[in-house]
């Protein structure tokens, strides 16, 4: 079945520091999505993209759609604090009210 | 706001025994879903509803019915709950009013002992 592989794991972040994350599939989709969760609490949707090469940020965040459509990608600038939590990649498949399918999770942790 | 809640927010139960959870939204959206999540597995989908009675198989189903009898609530039952579903349960909600994404409830945390 359709599969999203989302690294890093986990990683530490330093305040101000620069994150990357990514997700990589097999499959084409048409629709990118990126959620964040934060303990105790459901999963919140911050940035959605809809085109190939579609770059889109929101403040500190930014997203891009990969060219072959099989990837994305999220950046966060200068993280803070808040910016800790459970990051999942998402991608939907069938139509526009498609199901979603999410990738396992990049869990950001303050550095000790 | 989509007002959407899960209730029990916590339960623990007995293996073997029934357990239902409910997902309830006030505002009639069209498509709902439940998923779990545990660790190294991230989100994954158990069943979903179109609309009233209409309900289909996700990706872990087995052991699991859902029930949409009105469009405000979306129950997933566990018949005889085992040990494997210990897990966070969370109920979600989408329809084109909503945006592209699905908003999520806060979710339930079952333990199965």
């Known amino acids: 079945g359709q599969q999203l592989n989302q690294s890093p794991q986990s990683m530490f972040i330093q305040e101000g520091e620069d994150v990357s994350m990514n997700c990589t599939s097999s499959?084409?989709?048409?629709?990118w999505l990126w959620y964040k969760q934060d303990p105790g609490e459901g999963p919140v949707l911050l940035i959605a993209?809809?085109?190939?090469?579609e770059l889109t940020s929101n403040g500190r965040l930014t997203a891009q759609f990969g060219i072959t459509r099989k990837d994305s990608f999220l950046n966060i600038s200068a993280s803070i604090p808040s910016d800790v939590g459970i990051y999942f990649c998402?991608?939907?498949?069938?139509?526009?009210?498609?199901?979603?399918?999410f990738g396992k999770g990049t869990k950001l942790s303050v550095k000790p | 706001d989509a007002g959407i809640t899960q209730s029990p927010r916590h339960k623990v139960t007995e293996t073997g025994t029934p357990v239902t959870l409910r997902c309830h939204q006030t505002?009639?959206?069209?498509?709902m879903y439940w998923y779990r999540q545990d660790p190294g597995h991230g989100l994954r989908l158990i069943h979903y509803?179109?609309?009233?009675?209409?309900?289909d198989k996700g990706e872990v189903s087995d052991g699991y019915s859902v029930s949409r009898s009105k469009t405000e609530d979306f129950l997933l039952t566990l018949e005889s709950a085992t040990s494997s579903q210990t897990s966070v349960y969370f109920c979600?909600?989408?329809?084109?009013?909503?945006?592209?994404?699905?908003?999520f409830g806060s979710g339930t945390r079952l333990t199965v002992v």
């Open positions: 998402s991608a939907r498949y069938g139509g526009s009210q498609g199901n979603l399918i």
């Open positions: 499959s084409i989709f048409n629709t």
């Open positions: 993209l809809y085109k190939a090469g």
């Open positions: 505002e009639n959206h069209r498509y």
């Open positions: 509803s179109y609309g009233v009675k209409d309900t």
């Open positions: 979600a909600i989408s329809d084109d009013s909503l945006g592209p994404g699905y908003t």
